[in-house]
Every structure is written in structure tokens, then in C-alpha cells.
């Protein structure tokens, strides 16, 4: 009798292996005989072995569990044999025997299956996003201070990115392989060059807008963009690292909501703080660029004259802690 | 001898915490008549007149008499305050020193020797000699330049000549100059002394609002003066820009051109500075006007780069726009726009302003105004105008006026 595995891939096709050595490891975790790559399954989900009598069973590791056939019970232990079918997810597990084999589906060609190399190229490919992310960071940095200084300049900041990515790194790296003995690299660099990404790209758009047509919210954006962003690049990391977490709808929404919260509480924080600081902005951008048409000089003064009252009202307003 | 003659007339005055004998500044102070009234510096009093809760004004004189004063009278626009001792000195005690009338005060020529008595850095009384070197230049405060030294701590002290009549006020010297210094002329001293002789002591909040309605006069005096007649205007690269004002204004230049190594982006800038300042509250200089003109230049043709320029002018914009921070003033606000400037109507323009309120003082704010402008892709003309102790009126006027006057 051989042991067969199939499952639907995240790309739709059907993945079929077969395997005939026990004690089978199936589970997400690539040290398992059989990885799945399926979210319902746990790292290391369940372990096939022989028992006593030669019997193939099936047992569920720490609190998982499986179902047989279409019964919707689910069970930690089962007896596998050629007439049942074990199901985790989208995966089915079965005997069949060995004169079957050959009439057992083949794989779709490229279909997905997860090897050494695949995950290789996985990591390369999640790499991307954070290779963007430091030649946006640059292109930050050439566009705007294209002077004497710009190496000086770049390779600073650069440097100051790559420690702050390598340091999350190392971080998570720990709390994943303490957590599940693999560090799950892949979806890590993904998600933190995601999120750098996007807060790279908010902030360059933000500087160009300011620049050409005077709408100066950096200042009042990017206080509230980067704790949501850190915060939604933890809340990831964390369905990315503990599994028992990620199948718990009410606690990640929980957490997304504390994300938002804080997000808000920092910005508004941080906003408060700099509310008298100045535009920090390139006066006047290349007409290509200038977005918004300028006002006459008189309306220009009478913005001006009503200003008065704002300013006045700042009077009355307490002296600060700091400054007392 | 003569240090014998005026020294018991001169008091040590401290602003120090309340109940705590140690000082947080101190000055000099010379009676002026016999109940014992003494004239001082404005800047030495000014902390007690914001925080009389919080502080106190104590003084010391040469024979060890001790006590506190009140305040009696300011006249800020001239650094001068008018203070009285709670309790009278004892009798024969101190020689009030003179007062000028104007048929009386010294004519003095350039190089005639004056003594200054003070307590410079709370070391014990001391005379500095130095000579009389006329009225400050193109000065709108009308003050004596000392050529003589003068140290913090003698603010307040007398200045005499030979035979001991009253020449000034000790007020400021010139920080990293050698014996440049400034007395306030004794005649200010006579009208504020003829003004509030009869007095009571007021109370502290009639003097804030004293002190208010001078910068006022001060402030519509300095804007009266500086449209009084027409701007002058100068070039600039292929901009004009106003230049002297009044007549009263100092102008320097300022480039980092090289000719041996040529700046990827040049800098021409036009610096000018109304030359008077007074310090209404602590640490914060009023009624001062200053502007600035930068040419920013593409350095090369190689170099041609819109962002590069763009970014080059973004310092000189917004940079040293930082608001005063202390209690004295409210927090800073900011506006930006985009406008046209000249006759041309073409010149895309962005007119940042910036104002801060005092909180003491309910009509004066300080202004920071910042205009950039652009006629083609070479070169930018970023102009920055400082006021400091205006209204909002004047302001108004005084950016109108430089927004008309850059083409």
C-alpha cells in the first residue's frame, strides 16, 4: 500500500504526491515529509505511522485535529486505510494499492509543489519589495538633495534602513524559531518589504505633491501613516508566526483594532507635538509638476488678514508643560 | 576720587527667586534722589514686572543696607525702568546723582573721557574708563557709543564724565567686539524721572499695559519711518528687490561663489537690518525689523537640474523659521500659498507666513514672511522679511509692500 497526498494549491491545481516510508510528517513546516501549503494545517498537523499490528495510523499533534471522509467530527486519531479518506483543509489523505499507484492523478505540469528550491525562489522573490524599498529610499534622497552631500546623504539613511530591517529581522527570526522551530524568512520579507513599500511610496508621493502644489501634509500624514504601517506589518507577522493566533478571527480583529487605535493615539500625539513646525518643502517645484493654480496677490492678502483671529486665539491657550 | 564721589549712589539690583537670597540675574542701579528712587535698565527689571510671583527685585548698596523695590516706571523704547526702595535708606546715606536739564548737560566732543560704575558679573562695584565716541550711526534708538568696556552686570550703572555729571546709562556692549559699548543718553533718564516723580508705586498691570502702548508707539513710529518714502530698489541676478529702508537699516552681502572651485548652486544674498531692538520680556527682542534676499543660481549648465534648484531653495524658505519658545509667547501658526508677483503676471510666486502671538501684549505678534519666486529654470529669488513687535496692520502693510516691490 502507498500513502498519497492531495491538495488544492493556492493557485487552484491539484497537487499529488505519494510516498511510501513511515513515520510521515504532514504539515506546513518544511521539515515535514509532506508540506501543505494550506492554512487550515498546523506546522508539524499530524504524524502517520505504523502501529503494532502493521496498521497505518494517523495521529494529530498537540491540539489539532482532522476530519474522515464528509464527517464534519472532527478527530485527533484514525486508522488509515484504503477506503477512508483523512482531510485537513483542502488536503486529502489516503492508501491506496501499490498496483493503483501508476493510476493515481499526476500532477498538473508547473503545478504548485513546495521543494528546496521553490522556497529559494521564493525568498529571492520576496526580496523585491525590499530591494524597492531602498532604491525608493534613495531615489528620496537623489531627488531632493542632489548636492555635495548626496552620497553622504544616501548611504546614511540607507544604512540606517538596513539596520532597522536587519534588526526586525533578528528579531522575529528568534520569536518564530522559538515559537516553531523555523523562522519562516519567506512571508516575513514580503510583508515587512510590503510595508516599507507602501510607506515609501506615501511618502514620496506626499513630498511631490507638497513641492508642486503647496499642499503641505507630510507633516500631518506621516505621523499617523507610519505607527498604522508598523503596526499592521506586526499584526502580519504575527498571523505569520503563531498559527493557533491566526485561526482566532476575534483576537486579530482585536489586535487590528488596537493597531488602528494606537496608530491614532500616536499620529494625534506626534501631530500635537510639531503642530507649529514649519513646512519642510522644496518653495517652488518644476512647473511639470505644480498642480494647483495660483491666487491672485489680494486674495493672498485677505487669507492673510484672516489669519489674525486664529493667531489670537492661540493666547489663550496654556503654556505648555515643557515651557513653564 | 571720583569712584569715592559716585560709588555709595550705586546699588547692586538682583531679580531673584522669591525666598531664596541667590540671585537669577543681576544688574546696577544709581539713586537719583533723596527718598532714595533709583534708575536702572528695563532688561534688569523685566522678569520681576511678567512673574512678581515669582520673583523679586532686591537691592544692595555700598554700605550694606539691604531691602526691595518697587517698580515705579518703564520707558521700554530706551531701556530705562524707574524703581523705589520699600523702605527709605538711611538718611545720608547715599548722594543722589544729578539729573541733567538740557541747559545743564554736558557738550561733549568725540574722545572726551567717561567713567562707567557697575557691578559687571556680580564681582563687587568697579569703573571702567573710556571716552565718548557721539551718537550711534544711523541709529533709530539715538544711543551714546562708549568706547570703554562693558561687562554684564553693570546694565543700569551711571556713566560720568571727569567732573562726575551724568552722561548715560550702562545698556549693551557689542558681544566678540573690543570696547564697543552703548550708554542710553541721561536726558531719556530726566523725562523718565520728571514724568513719574509725583508717583505711586502702580500696579504691575497698568505697567505691562505701559509697556504695550510704548512698543505700539514704537512699532507705528518704525512703520511711519519706513513708508515715508519710496523703496529703493536693487538688482538682484535678473530680479529687483527693495533695499535700504529709512535710512536706518544696515545691508550686507553675502555670496559662496568661488572662482576656484564654482558651487554646483550659488548663493547671492542680501542681508538688512533695521538697527534697533528693544526687550520688552525676557529673552525676546521687540519693535526689530530684518530682511534677506537670496539668489539661488544653478551653477553650471551640467548641473541643470529643476529639483536640484527647487531643493537648494528650500533651506533659505523655511529654515531658522523657528518659533520663540518661552512663556511670553503663544505657539507659532503658518500659512502657504501660491501667487503671481510683478507687473509681469507671470512670475509663479509661494508666499509662506508665519505669526506668533505675545501673550502678554494683545494687538503685537512677530511675523515671519517667506516668498519664493521663479522667472525661469537658472535661478530662484527667495526673499524672507522678520518683524518683530508689530501689529497686524503693519504686517499687513509691510508684506503687501514686498510682494509689490519684487519683480
Known sequence: MKLWIEEISRAGQTVFRVKENVPTRIGRSYACDFVVDDDAADLTHLIVDADEQGNLVAVATGQNHFWIDDDKIPVRQAEIDGKRVLRIGQVRLGLCPETEVAGLPRPDRGSFAVTRRAKATGIMLALLPLLATFALNALDKYLFQRDGAFFNEVLASTFWLGTFVVTWFGVWSLIGYAVNREVRLRRHLVTVGSVFLVGGLIDVVLILLASSSGMDMKAQVMPFVIPFLIGSAVWIQMRITFDKLSHKPLVMASLMALVLVGSGVCGAMEYLRHVDSKPDLAPLAPSFLRLVPAIPRDQVMQQFQRMESTVDATRLESIPERLR | MLFSEIRPSVAILRTQLKGSSHPSSSGSAFVVDGRGWMI????????????????????????????????????????????????????????????????????????????????????????????????????????????????????????????????????????????????????????????????????????????????????????????????????????????????????????????????????????????????????????????????????????????????????????????????????????????????????????????????????????????????????????????????????????????????
Request: aromatic share 8%.
Open chain 2, 40 to 407: 536702572t535698565n528695563f532688561h534688569v527689571v523685566n522678569s520681576y514686572l511678567y512673574d512678581p510671583e515669582r520673583y523679586d527685585l532686591a537691592f544692595e548698596m555700598p554700605d550694606g543696607q539691604e531691602g526691595t523695590v518697587d517698580l515705579i516706571a518703564v520707558d521700554v523704547l530706551n531701556d530705562l525702568a524707574l524703581v523705589a526702595p520699600r523702605s527709605p535708606l538711611r538718611a545720608g546715606s547715599a548722594h543722589p546723582i544729578a539729573l541733567p536739564t538740557p541747559e545743564s548737560a554736558p557738550r561733549m566732543a568725540r574722545g572726551t573721557p567717561l567713567f562707567s560704575i557697575g557691578n559687571p558679573l556680580d564681582l563687587g562695584m568697579t569703573i571702567t574708563t573710556g571716552s565718548f565716541s557721539g551718537m550711534v550711526q544711523g541709529s533709530f534708538d539715538g544711543q551714546i557709543h562708549f568706547s570703554g568696556a562693558l561687562n554684564p552686570g553693570m546694565s543700569g550703572g551711571p556713566a560720568v564724565d571727569e567732573r562726575g555729571r551724568l552722561v548715560g546709562v550702562n545698556v549693551a556692549h557689542v558681544r566678540d567686539a573690543q570696547s564697543v559699548s552703548f550708554l542710553v543718553p541721561a536726558m531719556h533718564v530726566t523725562r523718565l524721572y520728571r514724568a513719574a516723580r509725583q508717583s505711586q508705586p502702580p500696579r504691575l498691570a497698568a505697567l505691562r499695559g505701559e509697556v504695550a502702548q510704548q512698543l505700539r508707539a514704537r512699532q507705528a513710529e518704525l512703520v511711519r519711518l519706513a513708508f515715508a518714502e519710496d523703496w529703493s530698489s536693487e538688482n538682484l541676478g535678473n530680479y529687483r528687490v527693495p533695499g535700504f529702508l529709512a535710512g536706518y537699516t544696515d545691508c550686507g552681502a553675502d555670496s559662496n561663489a568661488s572662482a576656484s572651485a564654482p558651487p554646483r548652486v550659488e548663493f547671492r544674498s542680501m542681508n538688512c537690518l533695521l538697527k534697533t531692538a528693544s526687550m520688552p520680556v525676557p529673552d525676546e527682542s521687540s519693535s526689530s525689523l530684518s530682511y534677506q534676499h537670496t539668489l539661488v543660481r544653478l551653477g553650471s549648465p551640467a548641473a541643470a537640474n529643476s529639483f536640484r534648484l527647487a531643493s537648494a531653495a528650500s533651506n533659505r524658505f523655511t529654515g531658522n523659521m523657528s518659533a520663540v519658545q518661552n512663556t511670553h509667547m503663544a505657539r507659532q501658526i503658518c500659512q502657504s500659498r501660491f501667487t503671481q508677483l510683478g507687473p509681469k503676471q507671470q512670475s509663479p510666486a509661494r508666499i509662506l507666513w508665519c505669526a506668533q502671538a505675545y501673550r502678554d501684549f494683545p494687538d503685537l505678534y512677530d511675523f515671519q514672511i517667506a516668498v519664493a519666486t521663479q522667472h525661469d529654470g537658472q535661478s530662484l529669488l527667495v526673499s524672507r522679511l522678520t518683524l518683530s513687535g508689530f501689529t497686524w496692520g503693519s504686517a499687513h502693510e509691510f508684506t503687501e509692500r514686498l510682494l509689490g516691490s519684487i519683480q
